[in-house]
């Protein structure tokens, strides 16, 4: 089945860094969903893409939508204390298709 | 209320009990799911619903039962659960794909689970 592989699994920043982070899966998807999730809450949507190449920003959020379409990334600018938690990547090959999730990427981040 | 609600957010129930989670969603939505997330593992698809009527079931044990009344509402029904049950469950809504190519699944906050 597909499999999203995202990376890094756990990031450890100071505020005020920026941080990158993707997913890579070995087939292709039609569109890529970002979520960030608080513990002991749902994850929260963040930004979606859904042409091959787009870039979308959501304030000091950035993410892109690879152009071979088996990857994204997201990026974070000027990392602030609010910013902690677990980031997911999810893809979907087409709208009736189900979500599929990468493992998540834990930031903890140092004032 | 806005967005997805669940109630309970935090349930702590016996192997021999009986007990039912509740999402209900605020967005006017027609496609709702149930995840399970467990610590340091992918979320899980479990149940889909879709205009009401149950589309996918990911080879789930029957002791976890689902219920769609309405677009707005869907529970999970749970009897006779096993300790390794317990883990976040979370509900999600979007619009039905065939009618929207925009179609993000929108997550409740979720309920604690603890099987004892």
């Known amino acids: 089945g597909q499999q999203l592989n995202q990376s890094p699994q756990s990031m450890f920043i100071q505020e005020g860094e920026d941080v990158s982070m993707n997913c890579t899966s070995s087939s292709i998807f039609n569109t890529w969903l970002w979520y960030k999730q608080d513990p002991g809450e749902g994850p929260v949507l963040l930004i979606a893409l859904y042409k091959a190449g787009e870039l979308t920003s959501n304030g000091r959020l950035t993410a892109q939508f690879g152009i071979t379409r088996k990857d994204s990334f997201l990026n974070i600018s000027a990392s602030i204390p609010s910013d902690v938690g677990i980031y997911f990547c999810a893809g979907q090959l087409g709208g009736a298709q189900k979500l599929v999730f990468g493992q998540g990427t834990r930031l903890t981040i140092n004032p | 209320e806005t967005g997805v609600t669940q109630t309970p957010r935090h349930l702590v129930m016996g192997m021999t009990n009986k007990k039912s989670l509740k999402c209900e969603q605020h967005?006017?939505?027609?496609?709702m799911y149930w995840y399970k997330q467990s610590a340091k593992k992918p979320l899980e698809l479990m149940f889909v619903?879709?205009?009401?009527?149950?589309?996918e079931n990911n080879s789930v044990p029957s002791r976890f039962s689902p219920e769609c009344p309405n677009s707005s509402h869907l529970f999970l029904h749970l009897h006779t659960l096993q300790p390794e049950d317990s883990a976040l469950y979370l509900c999600a809504s979007s619009q039905e794909p065939a009618y929207s190519s925009y179609n993000e699944q929108f997550f409740g906050p979720g309920t604690r689970l603890t099987v004892l």
């Open positions: 967005l006017g939505h027609n496609a």
């Open positions: 619903y879709s205009l009401e009527e149950r589309v």
